[in-house]
DNA sequence: TATGTTGTGAACCGACCGTTTCAGAACCAC
DNA sequence: GTGGTTCTGAAACGGTCGGTTCACAACATA
């Protein structure tokens, strides 16, 4: 069988995802993974292969144990009416706890989508699928909230969910004020009867 | 005095904003923008002194030369109640052309804003001021286009204005149909009567 | 024409980039 | 134990990074 690895993947993974979300696919130095991950880079090339490897594993770790719990009761086969107040208020506090890497720096896939690296294939489709996903979560909360609603108002509502998130992501690592007035406006939006 | 320049300022900068939109301040190499310049690079920090200055002058003209002339009808004395309408059509028709830097890599300062460089507290402030300027040209055109409505109906839709405008910005690169769909969405409020 | 100033090209700087190599350590099966 | 396989640390790879240096070209002035 041969030695055994003196690491947990998914802690090495979740390590990386940390770096990869902070600095970015190409600001995230091999030297700084290895610091993160506890690995020496010889560890990393021979489990992922190559950095691009390591960043794939980390986008799908970013997919499977942010984005989705997170998502969850929006895409469960009974979605509550405050399911998508709580998600977006639960967004916007966790976009004002500093040091927090979301309030720092915003969303790992929307932040690939604006670098150089957002021009890869596979990262398009990724990132694109996600922005499905969310539109997709949110236009079920939108209709478990406002049911008697007519069918264009409840997707306009839900392309304005999807925008101010997306919106709020861009723009945290900058200007966090103005990332939580979006969610605002879209919560304000989903008060009112 | 001393030997004539022989480039012309302005052009530089336009070459190099180019560039940085492109591919980012971290990601644009000094060589591509001696070539995108015609410029050699002591030529450049010559004139510009570092790289970071240079592009500090490229975000200028980015603000004045790109997206100030499309705001104006917007910040005008007079607002016409089509011209938020003539805007964000207008963006989406542009997000469309392939090859034009907008479709292909959004706008410089979501890039910028979604980037390493975002930490910086004079960028910072810069994309803070820039959300906050089409705010508010937004905010002045929905006022043009509704006079009649409530003045927190109004200020959500101009909400739902910028956040379409920064999502879409920060999706095109990978997700043109999704960018164009948050356009489209606001698009069909601002019709509605 | 002589002088002082400014722009330009080429060569070079140390630092860092992602990646590879390789010897040896740690484990399994026999 | 022995052999075969896998993981690990250190060192090194060529290439590129942003930035500097310097000799010289080109101009304005006197």
């Not at 700084?32 to 950095?51: D, P």
Request: net charge neutral; proline share 5%.
């Amino acid at each position: 069988m041969g030695r055994t690895p003196a690491y947990e993947a998914d802690r090495v993974v979740r390590a990386a995802r940390e770096v990869f979300w902070r600095a970015g696919y190409e600001g995230a130095s091999v030297p700084a993974l290895e610091h993160a991950t506890g690995l020496n880079r010889s560890s990393i090339y021979h489990a992922f292969g190559s950095k691009r490897g390591l960043f794939d594993a980390a986008v799908q770790s970013y997919l499977d144990d942010v984005v989705r719990p997170r998502l969850r009761p929006l895409v469960a086969p009974d979605v509550v009416p405050d399911a998508i107040v709580t998600y977006l208020s639960g967004l916007r506090a966790a976009l004002g706890r500093e040091g927090e890497v979301q309030a720092t720096s915003g969303c790992l896939l929307v932040n690939t989508s604006c670098a150089p690296i957002g021009d890869d294939d596979a990262v398009r489709r990724t990132v694109a699928d996600y922005r499905a996903e969310l539109r997709a979560a949110f236009g079920r909360g939108v209709d478990a909230r406002f049911p008697g609603r007519d069918a264009a108002g409840r997707a306009h509502l839900a392309d304005a969910c999807t925008s101010a998130v997306v919106s709020a992501f861009a723009l945290v690592r900058v200007d966090p004020d103005g990332a939580r007035a979006a969610l605002d406006s879209v919560l304000a939006l989903l008060a009112t009867a």
